[in-house]
Nanobody, 126 residues
Framework: QVQLVESGGGLVQAGGSLRLSCAASGRTFSKYAMGWFRQAPGKEREFVAAISWSGRSTNYADSVKGRFTISRDNAKNTVYLQMNSLKPEDTAVYYC???????????????????WGQGTQVTVSS
């Protein structure tokens, strides 16, 4: 059984930074692309960033490009989301997810992911 456990959320002022972590267990982490999604109150879950199984390819939502960086450490079975220059509109619950298929590139659609973490709250005050 795959488990994904996020950490690192919290309350930060606009312009500040946070680093989210997602520790994975249950299947060979290095074979799977990973993604970060977020959901604000009253809104649909949206794609934030993804990284391929190898780490060589990344993908970002336009709203976070240049501010957020996704990375992975396959030795630690962990994926990270470094968030800089945070804005109040970044406030949401952030979820990490693992792609269904091995050796994926990190897709945008939530339908490509079969395991999800429980989420971590990020609140950015103005």
């Amino acid at each position: 059984q795959v488990q994904l456990v996020e950490s690192g959320g919290g309350l930060v002022q606009a312009g500040g930074s946070l680093r989210l972590s997602c520790a994975a267990s249950g299947r060979t982490f290095s074979k799977y692309a990973m993604g970060w999604f977020r959901q604000a109150p009253g809104k649909e879950r949206e794609f934030v960033a993804a990284i391929s199984w190898s780490g060589r390819s990344t993908n970002y939502a336009d709203s976070v490009k240049g501010r957020f960086t996704i990375s992975r450490d396959n030795a630690k079975n962990t994926v990270y989301l470094q968030m800089n220059s945070l804005k109040p509109e970044d406030t949401a619950v952030y979820y990490c997810a693992q792609e269904k298929d091995e050796y994926g590139l990190g897709y945008v659609s939530p339908g490509n992911y079969d395991y999800w973490g429980q989420g971590t709250q990020v609140t950015v005050s103005s």
